[in-house]
T-cell receptor, first 113, second 114 residues
């Protein structure tokens, strides 16, 4: 059972465009929602994270939008650059108890120069 | 401050052999997680350990796989009698363990079973 659903599977964006990746979750006990960026042959690196007490968080060109009632959250990459080409994973966890992360299936982003 | 260290980075085993993957968490981190990533797939949770304790092993296959995090030394993920389907990247992650702390990943160990 996939606890976090992610779409699209792949995304091609022109340089300077906006990349949007969407995720949905089922478990209402989740209260921490990070996004990880992974380059080929490397481990996932934390990009940005949000907790459900806010609806949006922005760090530089990266923004998370969070809709608690719809149980959805999304990553927006503004002014996308070729260096952003990577696989992006959304994840969810509880901050108490067994707080292991449940990951989406990933989105392969390609930014064309 | 060194990150999460995993070794070996690449490991080739013949079917039926044993694979041992090691993970040293970040300094000050007492919680370790192991994840498996199959080609073109996401990361699947396997096991969550604290020093000398397994907290959650709900993602671990019931047979051939085991994990430990001893009082001294790295965490070990052990796969006995490997099969081709075990070929994957195995990622270790660590956190300080307090509520609200971020989980940091290592660079992974790539296991190939031939």
């Amino acid at each position: 059972q996939q606890q976090v659903k992610q779409s699209p599977q792949s995304l091609i964006v022109q340089k300077g465009g906006i990349s949007i990746i969407n995720c949905a979750y089922e478990n209402t006990a989740f209260d921490y929602f990070p996004w990880y960026q992974q380059f080929p042959g490397k481990g996932p690196a934390l990009l940005i994270a949000i907790r459900p007490d806010v609806s949006e968080k922005k760090e530089g060109r990266f923004t998370i939008s969070f809709n608690k009632s719809a149980k959805q959250f999304s990553l927006h990459i503004m002014d996308s650059q070729p260096g952003d080409s990577a696989t992006y994973f959304c994840a969810a966890s509880r901050q108490t108890g067994a707080n292991n992360l449940f990951f989406g299936t990933g989105t392969r982003l390609t930014v064309i120069p | 401050n060194a990150g999460v260290m995993q070794n070996p980075r690449h490991l080739v085993r013949r079917r039926g052999q044993e694979a041992r993957l090691r993970c040293s968490p970040m300094k000050g981190h007492s919680h370790v997680y192991w994840y498996r990533q199959l080609p073109e797939e996401g990361l699947k949770f396997m096991v969550y350990l604290q020093k000398e304790n397994i907290i959650d092993e709900s993602g671990m296959p019931k047979e051939r796989f085991s994990a430990e995090f001893p009082k001294e030394g790295p965490s070990i993920l052990r796969i006995q009698q490997v099969v081709r389907g075990d070929s994957a990247a195995y990622f270790c992650a660590s956190s300080p363990g307090q509520i609200g702390n971020t989980i940091y990943f290592g660079e992974g160990s790539w296991l190939t079973v031939v």
